[in-house]
């Protein structure tokens, strides 16, 4: 009997959509849970497959994005979109944004910026921010793995890249959406041809 491994998320507020994933799939007699951070689950999925293991992992769309930018290719399917629907959220699910200060549009700020970067999210960040360089703008790079909206606080960067979920570290920071750059549902993510 084959044993299926199902990667999810460690974060506690999404057990109720770690519930409906395994329901989607069938809820498969032989399975073992394996939890890990949501931006490492594309890595252990796609390690676990090329050790011959049959996995499936429950993800954000923007976390398997920002994967599949960095490692240039992908050979993931996706099996199934869970649509987030939070109303605590500001845009109802997670989004990921630029941010600047309150009181101001991007337009009104100087054309060379330095922005804090959530590290999980360099290459989306990237993408966009190559889009701004072409419109005479120039970045100086800041990756943090938290507390971004802080560097904006202290001085440290002009905009921030980061998730806004409720706004509440958006809001204390004086910082507002100058632009955002995608939307995230969950996602249950399989390795093509396995």
């Known amino acids: 009997m084959v044993i299926v491994f199902i990667v999810v998320p460690n974060n506690r507020s999404l057990a109720n959509y770690v519930k409906i994933a395994l329901n989607e799939l069938g809820n498969p007699p032989e399975c073992r849970i394996v939890v ?3 931006e490492d689950i594309p890595l252990v999925v796609e390690e676990m497959s090329k050790n011959g293991r049959k996995a499936v992992g429950l993800t954000g769309r923007d976390l398997l994005m920002e994967y599949e930018l960095s490692k240039r290719s992908s050979k993931f399917s996706i099996l199934k979109t869970i649509g987030w629907n939070d109303e605590k959220a500001v845009f ?3 989004a990921l944004c ?4 309150e009181g ?3 337009e009104d700020l100087p054309k060379n910026l330095r922005v804090c970067i959530n590290s999980k999210y360099k290459n989306l960040a990237e993408k966009h921010l190559n889009a701004l360089e072409d419109r005479g703008y120039s970045f100086s ?5 938290g507390s971004t909206e802080s560097a904006y606080g202290n001085g440290l960067s002009d905009l921030v890249v980061d998730i806004v979920y409720t706004g509440a570290s958006m809001r204390n920071a004086n910082l507002k959406v100058y632009d955002k750059l995608l939307e ?5 993510i399989g390795v093509k041809d396995d």
């Open 184 to 188: 995230s549902d969950l996602v249950i």
């Open 92 to 94: 109802g699910k997670p």
């Open 36 to 38: 890990c951070r949501g």
């Open 104 to 106: 101001k549009n991007i």
């Open 98 to 101: 630029i941010l600047g200060p």
């Open 141 to 145: 790079k800041l990756l943090l793995s």
